[in-house]
């Protein structure tokens, strides 16, 4: 079986910092994504990628950046961190589509100060 | 849009007890959506429990069911006898047939507490 790792676990930021969440997973899978869950709200999709060097806009893409530099690798950007942005974000890679078995890392709790 | 209803948690239950989960489903831009049950166990990443990608078809894993209700448009989650390693937080999904699109729709999750 295969893993995905996020780092950091958690993350503390100053509110208008440039903050970088990373991923990697070992599935060589094609498609990553990137969700956030706030308190008492489901998952929305950030950013997604279909493959190396491929961005796809997620619904709540605005005031993020991502990058998928190699299949493996999937990275997040808080482009100016915000006081409402505290949530964990997940990580997560398939082997296609979101129609087929998608698998998560464990998140990264963001908290902005 | 598209979106995913289920029951509000928490729900507490004692081992051995039958448990129900409600899901419903909007599909306005999907017709006939693949429907997921994912869970995350204390500790771990949220993972697949359970998919169905036809209409009439029920799913199964672990002890635990759910049916494909497309009259109903409902995916509720089933299990005669619960133990306390289910748990867990529980969330349905749904997701296009075809295509690409990276999406899947999350219902709010429903956390299970079962007492021993």
């Known amino acids: 079986g295969g893993i995905i790792t996020q780092t950091p676990k958690f993350l503390i930021g100053q509110e208008g910092q440039k903050l970088t969440l990373k991923c990697q997973q070992n599935?060589?899978?094609?498609?990553m994504y990137w969700y956030r869950q706030d308190s008492g709200k489901g998952l929305r999709l950030i950013y997604y990628?279909?493959?190396?060097?491929?961005?796809q806009k997620g619904d709540l893409s605005e005031g993020y950046d991502a990058s998928r530099e190699k299949k493996s690798s999937f990275s997040l950007t808080v482009t100016s961190a915000q006081k409402n942005e505290m949530a964990v974000f997940l990580c997560?890679?398939?082997?296609?589509?979101?129609?087929?078995?998608?698998?998560f890392g464990k998140g990264t709790r963001l908290t902005v100060v | 849009g598209d979106s995913v209803t289920q029951t509000e948690g928490p729900v507490t239950v004692s081992e051995s007890e039958s448990l129900i989960i409600n899901c419903t489903y909007s599909?306005?831009?999907?017709?006939?959506?693949?429907l997921f049950w994912y869970v995350r166990y204390p500790g771990e990443g949220l993972q697949l429990l359970l998919k169905?990608?036809?209409?009439?078809q029920k799913g199964s894993s672990r002890g635990f069911e759910a049916t494909y209700n497309k009259e109903t448009t409902s995916f509720h989650l089933q299990k005669a006898s619960v133990q306390e390693s289910d748990s867990a937080v529980y969330y349905c999904?749904?997701?296009?047939?075809?295509?690409?699109?990276?999406?899947?729709?999350f219902g709010l999750g429903t956390t299970l507490q079962v007492q021993p």
């Open positions: 999904a749904l997701a296009p047939i075809t295509g690409n699109t990276g999406k899947l729709i």
């Open positions: 599909a306005t831009s999907i017709a006939y959506p693949n």
């Open positions: 997560a890679s398939s082997i296609g589509g979101a129609n087929t078995e998608v698998f």
């Open positions: 599935f060589n899978h094609d498609t």
């Open positions: 169905v990608i036809t209409a009439g």
């Open positions: 990628s279909i493959t190396e060097n491929d961005l």
